[in-house]
């Protein structure tokens, strides 16, 4: 799954599903997921499932920088990044390694 996130000054969220995850989804909500500057989703799947949180700045030719090594205690986990104000435009992707 690809999350889009534009700069913070037109926030909205678009996913893409892809194929492979192993059964990993984010969850959104109607807020655009922004909260106390940092950009946040929800992650869920199976409980134990290790998901690392991937991001990008280019999806024409991209080239995706980890981001955070999640764990899906009870089959889900929050992510946060407070550094994503930081880039023009920014993908995130959710996969199992």
């Known amino acids: ?22 059964n990993l989804q984010l969850r959104l909500d109607g807020n655009f997921n922004v909260r106390s500057n940092c950009f946040c989703f929800s992650i869920s ?5 290790i998901a690392v949180v991937e ?13 955070s090594v999640q764990n899906l205690i009870s089959g889900s986990a929050a ?3 407070a ?8 993908y995130y992707r959710v996969r199992a390694p």
């Open 45 to 49: 799947g199976a409980s134990n499932t």
């Open 79 to 81: 992510f946060a990044d």
């Open 1 to 22: 799954m690809v999350l889009a996130v534009p700069p913070a000054s037109t926030a909205k969220t678009t996913t893409t599903p892809l194929t492979g995850l192993r």
């Open 83 to 90: 550094g994503w104000t930081n880039y023009p435009a920014l």
């Open 55 to 67: 991001a990008c700045t280019n999806l024409t030719h991209p080239v995706w920088f980890p981001v």
